[in-house]
């Protein structure tokens, strides 16, 4: 154990002790490498591969699921688990509960392969887990990759080298999206440059005090600074999303985001969605019939008015076709997001999610619209189930 005072000489920062993982080897002057080659010491290779006195007809017997440590290579090949459960299944009245685990470059068609060849065994159900295609998972078999820390350009005098501003031309595009957070109307207004990148946002409610406007218009002006000078949208969309204040809750009138757990949530969801193509973020994803995501537009390329438009009237039939009917002019008169016409062709799950929301809370763990499951209601996101097993 070092003491704080040690700890203090060495230049560590009450900051930096408190922080989860920390480490007082960087500070003595170790590398990474050294790191590593220390831990492999200390704590083993975490395999038998390569160990003294054993030959490498015996390495099957220790397989296991996955690979074992940094630098093992072995592991039980998905078929394996499906033959074990086909030699186990005759004997038994159920199913088997065994998970066939898959390394993650595994391909559709070996994905195939194991389904077929359980059907062949005659296999009452199987289950597969692909290494690493969640983003959070009890093992992590794969050795975290260490990346260099960019070096902060300087000029020749030392300093770093000032950001230009990309300023918004004096007339620009955008758009204003009204909606409602739990009651509380707010106005998100964006401008765009001249090639539809976002630039700028306003965001307006009432109702609010002038202390909470205020704030919220000097966070819009930041963040408005920090897109001219160059700060990536996915970085503040990754950065704001899922905070959570008073008010939250239920949105209405917007058609794709339906939940948010603040109004800052909110904003990054509609501009991640909207500017980014973020599908994740919503809770209303538009389909075709089949099934498949359509290629959203732009932002600003879709049309608006929608609920103020009335039924839509036949034209009248005429033989010769008018220069402002030619295809060309049709086609590109034609919205290309979908309408509320063609939500009787969508995909049923999307169906569903439209027909739900009116009376489904939001979930508690992660802040998404729940849909309904029986007399219960679980969440798509996250996968909670909320007062069902």
Known sequence: MLSNDTLTRLGVSMAERGKNGFNVLPFLGFTDQQIDEANLYV????????????????LPVFDCANRCGTRGTRFIRPMGHVRMMGAVQPFISGAISKTVNLPNESTV?????????????????????????????PLATAAKKKTEEPAVAVDAGGAPIKLHRRRLPRRRHGFTQEARIAGHKVFLRTGEYEDGVLGEIFIDMHKEGAAFRSMMNCFAIAVSMGLQYGVPLEDLVDQFCFTRFEPHGRVEGHDNIKAATSVIDYVFRVLGYEYLNRTDLAHVIDEVPHGTLTRRPHATDMPVGKEHRGPATAPPPSNAQSPASSPARVAAAQPSRLSEADDTGMASLTV?????????????SCGHITIRNGTCYKCLNCGNSMGCS
């Open 43 to 58: 704590c083993g290779m975490q395999t038998v591969e390569g160990a003294p006195g054993l030959k490498s007809e015996h």
């Open 109 to 137: 068609e070996e994905v195939e392969k194991i389904y077929r060849e359980s059907w062949k065994l005659g296999l009452k159900a199987v289950a597969l887990y692909r290494d690493g295609c969640k983003l959070s998972q």
């Open 352 to 364: 569903q999610n439209k027909k739900l929301l009116g009376d489904a809370p939001a979930c508690d």
